[in-house]
T-cell receptor, first 113, second 112 residues
Framework: GENVEQHPSTLSVQEGDSAVIKCTYS??????FPWYKQELGKGPQLIID?????GEKKDQRIAVTLNKTAKHFSLHITETQPEDSAVYFC????????????FGGGTRLMVKP | DARVTQTPRHKVTEMGQEVTMRCQPI?????VFWYRQTMMQGLELLAY????????DSGMPKDRFSAEMPDATLATLKIQPSEPRDSAVYFC??????????FGPGTRLTVL
């Protein structure tokens, strides 16, 4: 089955700096890669996703890149703000697995004002 | 703005009691998932339904946990009897035909 590894487990940045979180996956058949943001006391919220026919996707200050050859994908947050502080999860899904997702272990991002 | 809803949001109970958690998936979504989140284990998949049929409950302790979808608007997760090690946050997620899951706000369960 799929295995997703996420690094780093914690990340501390200064407000205004960029943050990068990286994930690797094992199953070359995976073709859908969402990212979730979980704030304290809330459920994970989908913030951006990418499919395997695309190499990069941007939405304002967040972007995701995908390298299918190397089987890794990354979340980039630019101009970080204190409200970006949260736990971020990456996930991967195979086309024939319906909506099944395999999640990474999470990254706790702290943005210091 | 359609959302997954979960009740109750918080539950404190004593060991041995039955606990029932409810989830209302987003209208039109045909897949429903139950997850358990603890600090130590992260997000664990407990059960997965598609079109109300259970597809995977291999992550669920069968002797005490059960998951059902009595209809398309309601999914339930029951624990009987509950134990202190069941203390965690339980999330329900639903998804449309495709690959995206949308999570509810969770039920925080404390078993004393």
């Amino acid at each position: 089955g799929e295995n997703v590894e996420q690094h780093p487990s914690t990340l501390s940045v200064q407000e205004g700096d960029s943050a990068v979180i990286k994930c690797t996956y094992s199953d070359s058949a995976s073709n859908y890669f969402p990212w979730y943001k979980q704030e304290l006391g809330k459920g994970p919220q989908l913030i951006i996703d990418i499919r395997s026919n695309v190499g990069e996707k941007k939405d304002q200050r967040i972007a995701v890149t995908l390298n299918k050859t190397a089987k890794h994908f990354s979340l980039h947050i630019t101009e970080t703000q204190p409200e970006d502080s949260a736990v971020y999860f990456c996930a991967a899904s195979e086309a024939n697995a319906g909506n099944m997702l395999t999640f990474g272990g999470g990254t706790r991002l702290m943005v210091k004002p | 703005d359609a959302r997954v809803t979960q009740t109750p949001r918080h539950k404190v109970t004593e060991m041995g009691q039955e606990v029932t958690m409810r989830c209302q998936p987003i209208l039109g979504h045909n897949t429903v998932f139950w997850y358990r989140q603890t600090m130590m284990q992260g997000l664990e998949l407990l059960a997965y339904f598609r079109n109300r049929a259970p597809l995977d409950d291999s992550g669920m302790p069968k002797d005490r946990f059960s998951a059902e979808m009595p209809d398309a608007t309601l999914a339930t997760l029951k624990i009987q009897p509950s134990e202190p090690r069941d203390s965690a946050v339980y999330f329900c997620a639903s998804g449309p035909p495709g690959d995206t899951q949308y999570f509810g706000p969770g039920t925080r369960l404390t078993v004393l």
